[in-house]
C-alpha cells in the first residue's frame, strides 16, 4: 500500500501546488534559484560542459535533499480538460509508462488549475536520495522530455525544481536559504534574472550575514 502523498505536501506547503512552474508565484517560501551554465545559457557547449551541469545539479540537490535521505518524486501529468484534449501521442504515452515503471510513480491527486486552463493529475513516489542515482532524470529534464518534476525532502518539506539548466530551491527557513546561497553563489543567474523571496512570517527578528563575496553576487543577480 502506497503512503498517500497529497496530505503531506499540505501539511507543509498548504497554500501551493505541487508544479514546478508555479512555484516561483508563491509569496510565502523562502525560495531561490540557480543557473548551472555559463552566461545563462540552456545548453552545453561541450561534453565538459555537460558533464558539469549534471554534477552541479547533484551537488545542489543533496545539500537540500542530504544524501541517504527518503524525499518525495513528484511529477504533474498535463492533460486537457475533456471538452479540448486531443487524442493522445501513443509515442508519448508509451515513454510516460515506461518512466512510471522507472521510478515507481503511483496516482496521488487531481486539479484543475484555471490559470494553465489544465488539470493536473500529480502522481509520486517516495524514493532515497543518492547522489548519480538519478542523472536519467536530471538529463531527461535538460532534454526537455519532462517539465514541472519537484523533489521534496520528506522529513523538513525542502524543495527542489529541476528545469532546462537550472533549479528553484525553497527551504524551510531564511537562514537556510542564505546558507545555500552563501556556498553556491557562484551559481546564481544571470544580472536581472535572480530570485530571492522569504516567508514574511518568519523573517520577524531574523538577522542573518553573507559573506561580501555572495552578498555581492547575489545583489549583481538581482539587479541591485
Same mark, same amino acid.
Given at each position: 500500500?502506497?503512503?498517500?502523498?497529497?496530505?503531506? *505536501?499540505?501539511? +507543509?506547503?498548504?497554500?501551493?501546488?505541487? =508544479?514546478?512552474?508555479?512555484? #516561483?508565484?508563491?509569496? &510565502? !517560501?523562502?525560495?531561490?534559484?540557480?543557473?548551472?551554465?555559463?552566461?545563462?545559457?540552456?545548453?552545453?557547449?561541450?561534453?565538459?560542459?555537460?558533464?558539469?551541469?549534471?554534477?552541479?545539479?547533484?551537488?545542489?540537490?543533496?545539500?537540500?535533499?542530504?544524501?541517504?535521505?527518503?524525499?518525495?518524486?513528484?511529477?504533474?501529468?498535463?492533460?486537457?480538460?475533456?471538452?479540448?484534449?486531443?487524442?493522445?501521442?501513443?509515442?508519448?504515452?508509451?515513454?510516460?509508462?515506461?518512466?512510471?515503471?522507472?521510478?515507481?510513480?503511483?496516482?496521488? *491527486?487531481?486539479? +484543475?488549475?484555471?490559470?494553465?486552463?489544465? =488539470?493536473?493529475?500529480?502522481? #509520486?513516489?517516495?524514493? &532515497? !536520495?543518492?547522489?548519480?542515482?538519478?542523472?536519467?532524470?536530471?538529463?531527461?529534464?535538460?532534454?526537455?522530455?519532462?517539465?514541472?518534476?519537484?523533489?521534496?525532502?520528506?522529513?523538513?518539506?525542502?524543495?527542489?525544481?529541476?528545469?532546462?539548466?537550472?533549479?528553484?530551491?525553497?527551504?524551510?527557513?531564511?537562514?537556510?536559504?542564505?546558507?545555500?546561497?552563501?556556498?553556491?553563489?557562484?551559481?546564481?543567474?544571470?544580472?536581472?534574472?535572480?530570485?530571492?523571496?522569504?516567508?514574511?512570517?518568519?523573517?520577524?527578528?531574523?538577522?542573518?550575514?553573507?559573506?561580501?563575496?555572495?552578498?555581492?553576487?547575489?545583489?549583481?543577480?538581482?539587479?541591485?
Amino acid at each position: 500500500m502506497t503512503t498517500p502523498f497529497q496530505p503531506i *505536501w499540505q501539511q +507543509f506547503h498548504p497554500d501551493a501546488v505541487p =508544479v514546478g512552474h508555479t512555484l #516561483a508565484d508563491n509569496g &510565502t !517560501w523562502n525560495l531561490t534559484r540557480f543557473h548551472l551554465l555559463p552566461g545563462g545559457r540552456d545548453a552545453a557547449l561541450s561534453r565538459p560542459e555537460y558533464r558539469s551541469l549534471i554534477e552541479r545539479f547533484n551537488k545542489v540537490t543533496t545539500e537540500v535533499l542530504g544524501d541517504g535521505e527518503p524525499f518525495w518524486l513528484i511529477v504533474p501529468d498535463r492533460q486537457a480538460p475533456t471538452w479540448a484534449r486531443e487524442a493522445p501521442d501513443p509515442v508519448e504515452r508509451a515513454r510516460w509508462r515506461r518512466f512510471r515503471a522507472r521510478y515507481r510513480l503511483f496516482w496521488q *491527486w487531481d486539479f +484543475f488549475s484555471a490559470t494553465d486552463n489544465i =488539470v493536473y493529475k500529480i502522481e #509520486a513516489a517516495q524514493h &532515497t !536520495w543518492r547522489p548519480l542515482h538519478f542523472d536519467r532524470l536530471f538529463l531527461d529534464i535538460y532534454n526537455e522530455k519532462l517539465a514541472d518534476i519537484i523533489l521534496m525532502n520528506a522529513r523538513t518539506g525542502a524543495v527542489v525544481a529541476p528545469h532546462v539548466a537550472g533549479l528553484f530551491v525553497s527551504q524551510p527557513t531564511p537562514a537556510e536559504l542564505i546558507q545555500l546561497i552563501s556556498r553556491y553563489y557562484g551559481w546564481l543567474p544571470v544580472p536581472g534574472q535572480g530570485l530571492l523571496r522569504f516567508d514574511p512570517a518568519q523573517m520577524k527578528d531574523t538577522r542573518f550575514e553573507l559573506p561580501k563575496s555572495a552578498a555581492a553576487a547575489l545583489q549583481k543577480s538581482l539587479g541591485n
